[in-house]
């Protein structure tokens, strides 16, 4: 890809925002971790450095190599970055005295700077750093000040180079996508050509090129990734896609049929296998949670590679893997985070299947496949699906799982989501669904005793997945959600609704 940005990864937690903010700009961005720039350098327009958890003043301190960089590129530092270049280019960075997190207001702006073009004096900005910068770097002239924050924004003279103490990425810098927009398009002159239709157009051409007449194999999940991957890739290829949508009988109610039924509708060339007996099969008397999903994972690979195997000559595999799951970002620690769910879909199919690996989406993040898959001219419904897991039904049913407290969870699931859709809520929730407890509770009915199972509702919203609140539904529909499983759903007589954000809990419960 040419006429890029390239951001470098010094580990900060918002490293990510800065890729979405720049793809809002419709410019096309790479995350590299900050020793690994590209060799290429005549491809990339412009540079941006992170923050980082790191002080330049500790003994970790991330060294870059400016040399590739400054006089060739324009460069925008923040946080980090900007510290870096004032420490060890003739200025000096001290710990702060006062508090710098959160929001301040910029109480100083240059007036006449391109960089600051329709971005005012009193401008929220987002600060969270502990280190200041005392003292700017040689040929530094000073751009921007807050009350507690002298050299909040810096330029060096004779050079491109920008860099600013605060996180114009972080919502809370009001000005952020503007300040973003200045150095980008004013000062770096990078072209705003990155959009859904040149997305596709581009991909549909390299696909054709790469692919030829081969066969391609891909999993449908019934998910928007997978489904908008396969629609582009069809586009490409036609009938040489070859699509496997498995059942593995932990899917919502009446999903398999729907789904299946909606592909087709689509013109895809796709199979239905309905492989449920296998996985609960498998499943028996399993209730370790991460033993569940490598039994999902491992039955998963045996069934797609019998069906691929009956593909004559198929040379591809395709996944509909998106950038989250790609980005190769510096761990604040130096070593890979800790793992707390294994989410299967991440990593590929094991070496024996012998297939090369395609994946359409690697580079874009969730809201631009949605786009991506609008642009395609697919159903409205089906982007708008809620994400979904790849275990399934089966990390909702805490403990082991029985063909029938599948289906008792699949009927509380359908009226929960039925119901979401029925009050105008779907929308609004970013994933909702029901859990199965392995405790039973009193209740009566009539005039019975009943002894019975408790299911949980949950329902978050988020933006990605990473952090989530529990959505704040109105009572009356709680209460009819609750009184129509209670009344319809034999087995379950008690509703509860789970009110925990995560962190610290977790959206699955397992
Ligand atoms: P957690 O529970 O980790 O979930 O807060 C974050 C998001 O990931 C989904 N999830 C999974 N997706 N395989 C998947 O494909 C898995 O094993 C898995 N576990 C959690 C979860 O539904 C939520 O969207």
Not at 24 to 32: G, K, T, V
Not at 159 to 171: C, D, G, L, R, S
Not at 241 to 264: A, D, I, M, S
Not at 422 to 431: I, S, T
């Amino acid at each position: 890809m040419q006429n890029y940005v390239l951001i470098l990864d010094f580990g900060s937690q918002y490293t990510q925002l800065i890729a979405r903010r720049v793809r809002e700009l419709n410019i096309y961005c790479e995350i590299h971790p900050y020793n690994k720039i590209p060799s290429n350098i005549d491809d990339f327009k412009a540079v941006i450095l992170s923050g980082s958890p790191n002080s330049v003043r500790g003994e970790a301190v991330l060294h870059p190599d400016l040399s590739k960089l400054r006089h060739k590129k324009p460069l925008l530092a923040v946080c980090y970055g900007a510290q870096y270049l004032a420490h060890f280019f003739g200025g000096e960075v001290a710990p702060s005295n006062t508090r710098e997190y959160g929001r301040a207001n910029l109480s100083y702006v240059s007036a006449n700077e391109l960089f600051f073009r329709n971005i005012e004096v009193n401008s929220q900005v987002w600060m969270s750093h502990s280190d200041t910068i005392k003292t700017l770097p040689k040929h530094g002239v000073l751009l921007a000040s807050t009350k507690d924050v002298k050299n909040a924004a810096y330029k060096i003279e004779g050079e491109a180079t920008y860099a600013i103490q605060f996180h114009p990425e972080v919502y809370h810098s009001t000005d952020g996508k503007q300040l973003l927009e200045n150095f980008l398009v004013h000062i770096a002159k990078v072209a705003q050509d990155w959009t859904p239709n040149s997305f596709v157009d581009q991909t549909v051409a390299t696909l054709k090129k790469q692919l030829g007449n081969d066969k391609v194999v891909l999993g449908l999940s019934g998910g928007v990734d997978s489904s908008v991957a396969a629609i582009l890739l069809h586009r490409a290829i036609g009938k040489n896609l070859y699509c496997v949508f498995v059942n593995n009988g932990l899917l919502r109610k009446n999903e398999f049929t729907n789904v299946l039924n909606q592909y087709q509708g689509m013109g895809l060339n796709v199979k239905g296998v309905d492989a449920s007996a296998r996985f609960l099969k498998a499943l028996e008397g399993q209730s370790d949670p991460e033993q569940k999903r490598k039994t999902i994972g491992k039955v998963f690979i045996d069934v797609f590679d019998d069906e691929s195997q009956q593909i004559t000559d198929v040379k591809w595999l395709a996944q509909g893997t998106i950038y989250p799951d790609v980005i190769e970002s510096v761990s604040a620690t130096g070593g890979p985070s800790a793992t707390i769910k294994s989410h299967h879909n991440v990593g590929g199919l094991p070496d024996f299947m012998k297939l090369k690996i395609v994946e359409p989406l690697k580079t874009l993040f969730k809201d631009e496949v949605r786009r991506v898959g609008a642009s395609l001219g697919m159903d409205k419904e089906l982007l708008g699906r809620q994400p979904f897991p790849g275990p399934g039904l089966a990390i909702r049913i805490l403990g082991d799982v029985t063909r029938e407290k599948v289906r008792v969870l699949q009927e509380v699931d359908a009226i929960f989501i039925n119901g979401l859709r029925a009050w105008n809520l779907y929308d609004k929730v970013w994933q909702a669904g029901a859990i199965l407890l392995p405790v039973n509770s009193v209740g009566v009915m009539g005039d019975e005793r009943t002894y019975e199972k408790v299911v949980a509702l949950r329902a978050v919203e988020s933006t990605d997945g990473m952090t989530a609140d529990w959505v704040n539904f109105p009572y009356e529909f709680l209460q009819k959600i609750s009184n129509e499983i209670i009344n319809k759903v034999k087995g379950v007589n008690r509703v509860v609704y789970d009110i925990s954000s995560k962190p610290p809990a977790t959206i699955e419960w397992e």
